[in-house]
């Protein structure tokens, strides 16, 4: 469904006789999304998970290659429009700041409405990297809303995406000053 995070899985093999390393390419119809570098032990095998978000609906071709061209698979990945159910509430208001600091408590707002014709709860999720890290639960009437503030620490340094429910991932860059 649009807007769904899932994850391409990867198995890499090694049949030689020393380590061994690779270049591995994650594309979206043609554009690169992910990159990373695989390394393997001699006569083992790896996995590597490349999370993904697709917020288009239709059919998108899902490219995994290795930079020496030896290795490449796709496959057609079509996304769906939510459903009904799913979408009975709205997002707006998202924000998160382009930076901030390690053990920095982070505000990140967010207003829910019920587009609904009917009184619903909702629980709604903020991810970081495609990982629930905080729930909040809403009642809401028909076209009622709501702010919520959800309130998040990172602990360590570097570049995340952090989402709320179907809306685009938003990337923080946390620092260590």
């Known amino acids: 469904m649009a807007g769904e995070p899932f994850t391409?899985?990867?198995e890499a093999s090694n049949s030689g006789g020393i380590?061994?390393?690779e270049r591995m390419t994650l594309?979206?119809?043609?554009?690169?999304?992910e990159e990373t570098f695989v390394r393997v032990g001699a006569g083992e095998e790896a996995q590597v998970e490349f999370p993904l978000r697709l917020s288009e609906t239709g059919d998108h071709e899902v490219t995994m290659a290795a930079a020496d061209g030896d290795a490449s698979f796709s496959k057609t990945v079509t996304v769906t429009e939510q459903s009904a159910e799913f979408r009975m509430f709205s997002y707006e208001g998202f924000e998160v700041p382009e930076e901030t600091t390690?053990?920095?408590q982070l505000e990140i707002p967010v207003t829910v409405r019920n587009t609904g014709d009917e009184e619903s709860l909702q629980v709604?999720?903020?991810?970081v990297d495609d990982d629930v890290v905080r729930?909040?639960?809403v009642?809401?009437?028909p076209g009622g809303s709501t702010d919520l503030t959800f309130l998040h620490t990172f602990d360590s340094p570097g570049e995340y995406e952090v989402a709320v429910e179907d809306l685009d991932p938003q990337t923080v860059t946390v620092n260590v000053f």
């Open 8 to 10: 391409v899985l990867v």
């Open 19 to 21: 380590v061994g390393g």
């Open 27 to 33: 594309s979206v119809d043609g554009e690169t999304v």
């Open 102 to 104: 390690v053990d920095r």
């Open 124 to 127: 709604v999720k903020l991810t």
């Open 135 to 137: 729930t909040s639960g």
């Open 139 to 141: 009642d809401l009437e």
